[in-house]
């Protein structure tokens, strides 16, 4: 069949019909760009749509580009595809584009917003080598050790001796961890089997060209430990901290709970602005640090909006502070909450280590804080306080919007990476006395289908 793809979908697939009248089915089709049409195969039918496989390329679309990977998607190509990036074939300015379309049709469809105004995606000041952190799955074929990232829908892994969205610095990390798990016969991890030592490499680098990086294994053990440290440091001088994870249980989860330091820091120093965080290991800062200081911008510019100046800010899932710190000086005291107690520990060290006065932290899951918050709400006038919310791609749970309730919050400032829970959320808000005020979404993850989002919302 052939199929003209009409735009992007949420899910990052290109949405189509057949070609050649008008109508039909919906179809789905991965790897493809607004206007191509696109020769396929139908693999999962619905009532109302069907998922196919693309075959060949009959037409492109003019927001077609050549991918920038060797590795990335092409019909025809011999072998499985890296699935690390999903949309370098599509040009910048489609992506932009599409990414808008998706935070709108969410909240069309979701929030059921008739005409839900978005503004036009800020782009990221860098579109490749921007990620500061990546996991990478180690296994073995014919033998030998490779290194690379999953096949889309497997867990089959694509080797690569290089990443164009990852800095220089950790694909030589790589491939220096893949060359020593060969010649000292490290034993790499088994999915099926749940047994071998090696499973993932974690590299956090910083804008000053430092890293920290661990090997995560399934057991704790590590006889190799004082060469790997010596070599590791003798060829990257830019290693401030070596570190091994402990993930024994056979799950997609990657890092497990247990972290034993090797070597060096107990932390890494990014700076954001004129903010300098210091994260441990498991610690979440976002992956494009010069996007995230677009993105934190766009939450400053919304908090003080119309000329408010809020008398207390409450930042949930506030991780390091980051979000926080940021914006500490809008605001007459900010308080942050978050469920990582390592993230607390980080959040008061870098208080501390930026000169900010006016900010304290919790440590506790947001729905065990709600108690607390409402004690701290009664203290404020009406409509004086205001609330950031940074909560995981599961969005926000029902308890945590109903605390919005409170007649103390007078603004919603809402960042998200998933459009969809973010629709389901403001969709209830909205229902509940809230107006969604500005929707931004801002290219933190070029040459994918995410999008990070800032949602203002203000009480009606």
């Known amino acids: 069949m052939l199929v003209r793809i009409e735009r992007m979908a949420p899910q990052g697939m290109g949405l189509g019909r057949p070609a050649g009248g008008r109508g039909g089915k919906i179809v789905f089709v991965p790897y493809t760009a607004p206007g191509d049409v696109v020769e396929v195969e139908m693999e999962r039918v619905r009532s109302g749509f069907c998922q196919a496989r693309f075959l060949r390329l009959d037409a492109p679309g003019p927001g077609r580009v050549e991918p920038a990977c060797p590795l990335h998607f092409a019909p025809r190509r011999p072998g ?163 570190f091994q994870n402990v993930q024994p249980l056979k799950t997609p989860v990657v890092l497990g709970p247990s972290w034993r330091k090797l070597w060096g820091a107990d932390r890494l120093e990014e700076r954001l602005g004129a903010l300098r965080l210091l994260a441990s290991p498991a610690a979440f800062l976002q992956v494009n640090t010069p996007a995230c200081e677009l993105l934190y911008r766009e939450v400053r510019e919304g908090l003080c909006a119309g000329g408010k100046r809020p008398s207390i800010v409450l930042d949930l899932y506030c991780g390091v502070g980051s979000i926080a710190l940021w914006v500490a000086d809008a605001s007459d005291r900010v308080l942050g909450f978050d469920e990582n107690r390592e993230a607390i520990v980080d959040a008061w060290g870098n208080a501390r280590f930026n000169g900010v ?100 919302l203000d009480r009606t």
């Open 80 to 242: 499985p595809a890296c699935g690390g990036c999903d949309w370098q074939h599509l040009s910048p300015q489609t992506q932009l584009e599409a990414k808008r379309e998706m935070v709108r049709d969410c909240l069309f469809r979701i929030a059921k917003l008739r005409s839900p105004e978005v503004e036009p995606t800020i782009p990221a000041p860098a579109p490749w080598r921007y990620r500061n952190k990546v996991l990478v799955p180690f296994g073995q074929e014919r033998g030998v050790p490779i290194a690379g990232f999953y096949s889309p829908g497997t867990h089959r892994i694509v080797g690569f001796e290089d990443c164009p969205v990852q800095p220089e610095l950790s694909v030589r990390l790589v491939r220096k961890v893949r060359s020593m798990a060969a010649s000292l016969g490290w034993r790499v991890y088994d999915e099926a089997a749940n047994s071998g030592w090696l499973r993932h490499l974690f590299v956090r680098t910083n804008s000053q060209g430092q890293a920290l990086v661990a090997l995560v294994t399934r057991t704790p053990e590590f006889r190799e430990q004082e060469d790997f440290v010596a070599s590791m440091r003798r060829e990257f001088p830019e290693i401030v901290a070596l």
């Open 357 to 456: 006065r006016n900010a304290r932290f919790h440590a506790g899951s947001i729905e065990t804080q709600l108690g607390p918050i409402r004690k701290i709400l009664a203290g404020c006038e009406r409509g004086t306080a205001s609330v950031i919310l940074d909560p995981p791609r599961s969005g926000c749970a029902k308890s945590v919007l109903k605390a919005l309730f409170d007649p103390a919050v007078g603004r919603v400032l809402y960042v998200s990476c998933n459009p969809a829970t973010l629709a389901r959320d403001v969709d209830w808000l909205c229902r509940h006395r809230w107006r969604l005020s500005k929707v931004q979404p801002v290219d933190l993850f070029p040459q994918t289908s995410h999008v990070e989002t800032v949602a203002i």
